[in-house]
């Protein structure tokens, strides 16, 4: 119906093992919600010391669903992100454009294949992220109006504000996704974590580089790949 609000109890939240999830995670549970973390494993690669890079931030996330008391559970979406994601950036430099690969992260990944997880297994009715940004259906879908469809709004913190990166994930998906931090900044968020005792993750350096592969100097990381799978 236009213009009431949604009615929800169970959020899946996808939780990376930063603050801004974290957080996410804190004041989604302060509300009253039935939240369960899922850890997304979209990168298999090792480091030279044969570590897998992902399982530290798998540690932080768990350590936090501890902490608040939440389940914790991990998905794999190691195909999906190689067919959508890293496949379209191999043939987009091939072609001799710039990818942005985050954006086909959001579109393919964390916004489509993960909302269908959450949906299929874990039974959830919306799914939240630790974006900065914000929907017009609200901070808890108090203006839902599926005749209008939901917009992308900047976050508060414009700073750090990640709509550019969002901008094409799909309407169905936007319509059931919450974003809790997308009302404060980063210092903040940060504040928050400490207050609670996240203090595993409250002073956590923000990722970057590509979308969970990290920073890496780009042209040798393409040459290892692609001697490694003769990709071209």
């Known amino acids: 119906m236009a213009g009431v609000a949604r009615r929800f109890s169970r959020v899946v939240l996808g939780i990376s093992g930063g603050v801004d999830s974290a957080v996410a995670a804190l004041l989604l549970k302060k509300k009253g919600y039935e939240v369960t973390g899922v850890f997304m494993r979209n990168w298999d690669e090792r480091d030279e010391k044969g570590h897998c890079t992902g399982d530290a931030d798998a540690e932080d996330a768990e350590w936090v669903c501890r902490k608040l008391d939440i389940p914790f559970h991990e998905v794999n979406f190691v195909k999906e992100y190689w067919n ?24 393919k990944v964390k916004f489509s294949a993960f ?20 929907s017009s259906f609200g901070e808890e879908l108090e203006n839902y109006d599926i ?8 976050s508060f913190d414009r700073i750090k504000d990640q709509t550019f990166f969002l901008s094409q994930i799909p309407q169905k998906a936007l319509q059931c996704t919450l974003f809790p931090i997308g009302d404060y900044n980063k210092a903040v968020v940060r ?11 409250a002073d956590k350096r923000d990722s970057t580089g590509i979308c969970f592969i990290g920073e890496r100097k780009f042209q040798d990381f393409i040459s290892e790949v692609r001697f490694k799978f003769s990709l071209f």
Do not use: W
């Open 84 to 107: 959508d994601v890293f496949m379209y950036l191999i043939e987009e430099y091939k072609a001799g454009f710039t990818p942005n690969p985050d954006i086909m992260c959001n579109k």
């Open 115 to 134: 909302l269908k997880n959450a949906q299929e297994i874990y039974n959830a009715e919306v799914i939240a992220m630790g974006h900065y940004a914000r």
């Open 147 to 154: 005749r209008k469809g939901a917009r992308l709004l900047q």
């Open 191 to 201: 504040k928050i974590a400490e207050s609670a005792n996240l203090h595993h993750v």
